[in-house]
């Protein structure tokens, strides 16, 4: 399926209809909450942890919080915000519990695929994650929100509760980065 | 600037020839049922509870406070009063002491005047010149006539009347 369809599906229902589905303590809004926020906070788990499984397991601590403060989250002035900073609280306790040695795993497994219809050889996908997870993790978010998820500077900082400027020199930053260390992959 | 901006549109390309793995369906039918498991068994929060419960833990934290407050008071105040009582006995033993040494009526006076609130009057201040002159009168009559036995712990090499009549 195309991106931007993708984009469209899990992005556009309206915050008053998940609202109205939390406040009526409905079930079906976890479907709802699904469709509008896995594919983003998937890839954002992603780049945080640079591991699927870990991203997974994640996620799902995250749809069950989210249903937890379900009541909170129904009258929280920002919906996207609110669901961010619960997924960023989980991203940081995981890698904590990571860094004490509570939960190893691989973190050599790809999370970054070559998209369809191009011919590059297999292992620039590789490359580019490697590249990626090298970043420091403020700005490989920034990164991958605006890349992969198409979202504008004014978005990120929403979601990420931070100044536009930030958010914008922090990709800056990022992308020069970036540029050195696949000088040989991009030319 | 524009020539970064170029070369910046060019890592964005390269990079959007990549994407990144969805949320498989697999994994959304085990989320969606682990959450809605987790919605059947939290009781829904009623909105009123949410201040209520923020009432009553700031209640309990100021309760917390003032016991702590008052219980270390507690402990803390009688040590610094018997402290306090400790130095004032101490200060009064000291100028006990000094009627043992002579000029004793003096020192006994000027005791109980120290004793005393302080003199705010003339007369009483006159008065007090006074006794206090008499005193010294009498002492120094007292010594011409008697000299006073050394006191004990004083030093036996300090010259008395008649020793320093010795050396000369």
């Given amino acids: 399926m195309n991106r931007s369809w993708d984009n469209i599906l899990d992005k556009k229902l309206p915050d008053n209809m998940l609202r109205a589905a939390l406040a009526q303590n409905d079930p079906a809004a976890v479907e709802l909450m699904w469709d509008r926020y896995a594919g983003d906070l998937f890839a954002y788990l992603l780049v945080v942890l640079c591991s699927r499984h870990d991203a997974e397991d994640v996620l799902q601590t995250v749809f069950v919080r989210i249903v937890e403060k379900r009541h909170r989250l129904a009258k929280a002035r920002n919906l996207d915000a609110y669901v961010y900073r619960i997924a960023r609280n989980e991203a940081s306790s995981f890698i904590s519990r990571r860094k004490r040695g509570q939960k190893v795993k691989s973190l050599d497994e790809s999370w970054l695929i070559m998209s369809e219809g191009h011919k590059e050889p297999d292992d620039m996908a590789e490359q580019l994650q490697t590249a990626l997870a090298r970043l420091p993790q403020p700005q490989r978010e920034v990164i991958v929100m605006k890349i992969y998820r198409q979202k504008t500077f004014l978005e990120i900082s929403r979601l990420l509760g931070l100044p536009q400027n930030t958010v914008a020199s922090r990709y800056r930053y990022g992308m020069k980065k970036l540029r050195t260390l696949l000088e040989n992959l991009i030319l | ?168």
Avoid: C
């Fill in chain 2, 1 to 168: 600037m524009n020539d970064k901006d170029t070369q910046n549109e060019q890592l964005e390309r390269f990079m959007r020839k990549t994407h990144l793995h969805k949320p498989s369906p697999e994994l959304k039918e085990q989320i969606t049922a682990e959450a809605t498991k987790a919605w059947n068994q939290t009781s829904p929060e009623l909105s009123w509870q949410i201040p209520v419960r923020r009432l009553l833990v700031s209640a309990a934290a100021a309760v917390f406070v003032i016991w702590l407050a008052n219980s270390s008071s507690d402990y803390l105040l009688p040590r610094w009063q018997s402290g306090g009582l400790n130095y004032a006995h101490q200060q009064r033993s000291d100028l006990d002491e000094l009627t043992e040494i002579p000029y004793s009526p003096l020192a006994r006076h000027l005791v109980s005047a120290r004793r005393k609130p302080s003199i705010t009057n003339a007369s009483a201040l006159r008065n007090y010149a006074d006794t206090v002159l008499r005193i010294l009168d009498e002492a120094q009559q007292n010594r011409v006539s008697k000299p006073p036995a050394p006191a004990e712990g004083r030093s036996s090499l300090l010259p008395t009347q008649s020793g320093i009549n010795s050396y000369s």
